[in-house]
């Protein structure tokens, strides 16, 4: 193309572009915008939260491209029924998809691994791809790409392979594992929404998570082209690695479904397993998360959780007994301590009035009386050495204001027989 020819085109553009026909239709795509935005901005505060449809602020959401792509569609249909050439549309229509494309995406992948740091470099590669995707398409140079890639071919297996079937397989794949990640992530999340059971409901979750990977797989490969026959070769060896190298992986997948299924623990309750004590924040397909009150988490493998004793102190009842100890001197008057160590320590916050604390003399030690200090807590997640320091601090705080001894060790020697006198000091000899 000469320099002369471009320069006729980017005139013939700016001369149409002033067109009373675009500029209507840009006034329209503008309108349409604000529409959009400020419909799906109404919605997002409606639905507060970060899901898929409305995002953090209701227009970072996938309902925004979705309305301004209908939007536009219908525009430019009944443009294009009134008899008018179409132009500003022939560039916002791609546009709008390309940020609809990259807007349901970016969510997905966000409601399906959140947290995930790849994900950010994921949306930065994704809309890069997307845009330079659209720039060659609007400058007519994408279908000779296309064009190009069907020309290069190779022999597979017998049949005829391009590089633009590669293309769309990956392209389908893509596309069809995106809708399967969508359609899970919008239905556990459901689940989890609900008022039943959350391990069931987690049970449920995780379960047809699976089911529908497993369905978008065959999907995938369907469109990929690669025949379905194939997965009973693929499944003996599948099914060889199971049992030799993955049978550990396979226990604990099957362990985390046993786990959910029997309740034998739930998410929220307090457990104690190889040592770590803590409370059951989540229960995945292959382990369980346990987070003590310190914010240390555990990641515990679920066939662990099946084979090993475990110690789950919220079984049927949340409430903990705890106990301190205590020594006082042999001359206290303990009938009339006992009652009043009792009131005390039951008003301290978190110990339960029902059971009450106890007091009990459990041994006569050397240096005094030592006494133990029963009581009971009902929120063990928030911790157990706190409410026990609050009842020392307010045990040794009664004891010294009302003068009871807290004895130390000491010791007392008696002794009997004479005391054999003290020699003279022998005087010194002259020489």
Do not use: C
Request: proline share 5%.
């Amino acid at each position: 193309m000469t320099e002369q020819e471009m320069t006729n085109i980017i005139t013939a553009w700016f001369g149409r572009l002033w067109q009373l026909s675009t500029l209507i239709e840009i006034v329209t795509v503008a309108v349409l915008v604000l529409l959009a935005w400020g419909i799906s901005r109404h919605l997002g505060r409606r639905h507060p939260g970060n899901g898929i449809w409305y995002g953090s602020r209701g227009v970072d959401g996938v309902v925004f491209p979705v309305l301004l792509t209908v939007g536009v569609g219908i525009a430019a249909r009944v443009h294009l029924q009134a008899g008018q050439p179409l132009f500003f549309y022939n560039l916002a229509v791609p546009l709008v998809l390309g940020l609809l494309v990259i807007r349901v995406t970016v969510r997905v992948l966000l409601a399906s691994f959140p947290g995930s740091a790849w994900v950010n470099w994921a949306e930065r590669t994704l809309s890069w791809g997307v845009w330079v995707l659209l720039l060659l398409w609007l400058t007519h140079i994408l279908p000779g790409i296309l064009h190009l890639m069907e020309d290069i071919t190779w022999t597979m297996g017998g049949t005829q392979v391009s590089v633009r079937n590669v293309f769309d397989a990956v392209v389908s794949t893509l596309l069809i594992m995106l809708v399967v990640m969508w359609l899970s992530s919008a239905i556990e999340s459901r689940l989890l929404r609900s008022s039943s059971n959350l391990s069931v409901r987690k049970m449920a979750a995780n379960a047809l998570r699976s089911v529908l990977i497993f369905v978008g797989i065959l999907l995938a490969m369907s469109a990929a082209g690669i025949p379905l026959t194939a997965l009973s070769v693929l499944g003996g060896a599948v099914g060889v690695g199971i049992g030799l190298g993955f049978q550990k992986l396979a226990a604990n997948y099957v362990s985390g479904f046993v786990i959910l299924a029997e309740q034998s623990v739930r998410i929220g309750d307090h457990v104690r397993v190889d040592n770590f004590e803590g409370r059951i924040t989540n229960i995945n397909t292959r382990y369980t998360v346990l987070r003590t009150p310190g914010g240390i988490e555990s990641i515990v493998p679920n066939e662990m959780m099946v084979t090993n004793r475990i110690e789950n102190i919220s079984f049927t009842d949340s409430r903990v007994a705890l106990n301190t100890r205590v020594s006082v001197g042999y001359e206290t008057d303990l009938d009339a301590l006992f009652p009043q160590l009792v009131e005390l320590v039951r008003a301290v916050p978190r110990v339960l009035a029902d059971p009450g604390p106890s007091v009990m003399l459990i041994g006569f030690g050397a240096d005094g009386l030592d006494l133990q200090v029963n009581f009971w807590i009902g929120d063990p997640d928030n911790g157990q050495g706190n409410v026990r320091s609050d009842v020392n601090l307010a045990l040794w705080r009664f004891l010294t204001r009302n003068g009871i001894e807290i004895p130390y060790p000491q010791r007392v020697v008696h002794h009997t027989g004479s005391v054999p006198a003290a020699s003279e000091p022998t005087p010194p000899v002259a020489d």
